[in-house]
């Protein structure tokens, strides 16, 4: 894939225009509140290094009341033996893809580190198999579950994974061997979406790593790539012909630049100037107008796949720095 979008002399002041429904606000800490009314205590369940597989390492399986009160699954991962409560990194996942297997999940670990891996409801592969169902329905859409939802923003898939987000470092502070103070997210593509609204919405982070998010400038992705997931959401309006000023409203509520407007958690970015997924504008946009403390790393002949691990010994070289 050749660089298609701005070159990076502009990408590095693009800065459009936020699309922001008047109620962004409410609606978020309506949600949140809902939940948090609807939760309950987290439960973790040890397993054995028999069963995980891995030595050097604890696991938990983990259950935590996310949107709705539903179960949603995740893996904490720490370092066997340490001494005093932990810092915690909790980790969201890529599209179409669930938490997986514990010994998946061992790079934070290895580096003193504790990680909740969040499941995301709903999704599954083959390399990476989901534990977690999402119990509400919605209106016929393609597969994928980017347009699950989209006839009102209190449908939403997203609304609902977002607010998992934030009940997985809810949940994960709970934990008698992690330090509630010291907790950062991180992930890339979906999951780096799913980090940037998490740093938004979720209080008290330490540090956030945001690699080639999706779901920001939402509307200038569709215009610029025609690669899944947004390919979903080009099928959609296909058939809603007239209906896409009040689709594009309901993507509003996740659209990352809303949530980057709001963030004052220090943020490493990345992006692939080659990356047809997640387009490198659109990433821009949203560490544009991020609010807090922030740096990028720029991939120029990388596309989706950004940094790779290069990048990985980057992000977890600086959130080690910012929990220690």
């Not at 309506?30 to 597989?53: C, I, K, N, Y």
């Not at 009341?65 to 370092?79: E, I, K, Y």
Request: with cysteine.
């Amino acid at each position: 894939m050749p660089q298609f979008d701005l070159p990076l002399d502009q990408l590095e002041t693009f800065r459009p225009p936020r699309d922001e429904p008047a109620d962004f606000d409410r609606f978020w800490a309506d949600t949140l509140a809902e939940a948090r009314g609807q939760g309950w205590e987290p439960r973790f369940h040890s397993v054995p290094a028999a069963e995980s597989g891995v030595g050097g390492v604890e696991v938990d399986d983990v259950e935590f009341a996310g949107f709705g009160g539903h179960v949603v699954r995740g893996w904490l991962v720490r370092p066997r033996g340490a001494s005093g409560p932990l810092p915690c990194v909790v980790q969201y996942i890529g599209y179409n893809s669930g938490r997986g297997l514990a010994h998946q999940h061992t790079l934070l670990p290895s580096a003193g580190l504790a990680v909740l891996v969040m499941d995301t409801r709903g999704q599954t592969s083959g390399t990476l198999p989901g534990a977690t169902p999402d119990p509400v329905g919605g209106a016929p859409h393609p597969s994928g579950r980017l347009t699950d939802g989209l006839d009102d923003p209190a449908h939403s898939y997203y609304r609902r994974v977002f607010c998992d987000a934030v009940r997985a470092v809810d949940a994960v502070r709970a934990h008698p061997a992690i330090d509630p103070d010291r907790i950062a997210v991180w992930g890339g593509s979906q999951g780096g979406g799913i980090a940037l609204a998490a740093a938004a919405l979720a209080e008290g982070l330490v540090a956030a790593a945001i690699d080639f998010p999706f779901l920001s400038a939402i509307r200038r992705a569709v215009a610029l790539t025609d690669a899944a997931p947004y390919s979903e959401l080009v099928t959609y309006l296909q058939t809603r012909r007239g209906d896409e000023d009040a689709v594009f409203r309901v993507l509003s509520y996740i659209d990352g630049v809303n949530f980057a407007a709001r963030s004052s958690v220090p943020a490493l970015f990345s992006v692939g100037l080659r990356d047809a997924v997640c387009p490198p504008s659109t990433v821009f946009a949203a560490y544009n107008h991020y609010a807090g403390e922030k740096s990028i790393r720029v991939y120029p002949y990388n596309g989706h796949e950004g940094g790779g691990p290069h990048h990985q010994v980057i992000a977890l070289r600086e959130l080690s720095r910012r929990l220690a």
